[in-house]
């Protein structure tokens, strides 16, 4: 079984821009190749798990996230890291595009997406990690069985909280979370 760092896109791993997929916008976030650097190290897999209900909302087409995805590839292709898997759910119950207009497991805060990923990559969802900047990150985390890390960077607006939504660390920035997980994972190996 593998082991892996599951992902939120926007607001974690690059700069939140509403319904962004315009890959000349789209950068890391400052401690993010370090904090990946960190995590592959320990031999993490890494998956983004993302909710893109922009194109629920009619606006943008799914086949544009093919462009965001080799954006975020190439930004970390230089330091010889690369996700393992691309996870997004396209619905929303108040969409305009009938398709996706829908409820579904895969929207997090549901744990779709994740437990998706973890039987295709025969992932140990015991020793992975869900990192989010918001509880419904971390919610979907915790339902699908992983330890989680909230990016406390003020955009979690709600703070409604409950025993699934109570992240099992609280950082700053991702290497901060990443600087965790990587301790932690030390302390449990006896290092």
């Not at 993490?44 to 909710?51: G, R």
């Not at 922009?54 to 996700?83: C, H, S, T």
């Not at 997004?88 to 929207?107: D, I, L, M």
Request: aromatic content about 10%; hydrophobic content about 40%.
């Amino acid at each position: 079984m593998n082991k892996a760092i599951f992902i939120d896109k926007d607001g974690t791993l690059i700069p939140d821009i509403p319904y962004n997929v315009n890959p000349e916008l789209i950068t890391l976030q400052e401690g993010v190749t370090e904090g990946l650097k960190l995590l592959k190290a320990q031999g993490y897999k890494f998956i983004m798990i993302s909710n893109q209900s922009g194109v629920a909302r009619g606006y943008f087409k799914e086949e544009a996230m093919a462009g965001v995805k080799d954006k975020i590839q190439a930004l970390l292709e230089a330091d010889n890291i690369q996700f393992d898997g691309f996870y997004w759910s396209f619905n929303h119950p108040q969409g305009t595009v009938a398709k996706y207009t829908v409820e579904c497991n895969f929207r997090k805060p549901k744990p779709g997406m994740i437990l998706q990923a973890a039987e295709e990559h025969q992932i140990d969802l015991k020793q992975s990690w869900m990192i989010g900047d918001i509880l419904n990150d971390v919610e979907a985390g915790k339902k699908a069985g992983c330890q989680t890390v909230l990016i406390d960077n003020g955009n979690e607006t709600e703070w409604v909280m409950n025993t699934d939504r109570t992240p099992d660390y609280k950082a700053k920035n991702f290497f901060q979370a990443a600087a965790y997980i990587t301790d932690v994972h030390s302390t449990d190996l006896g290092m």
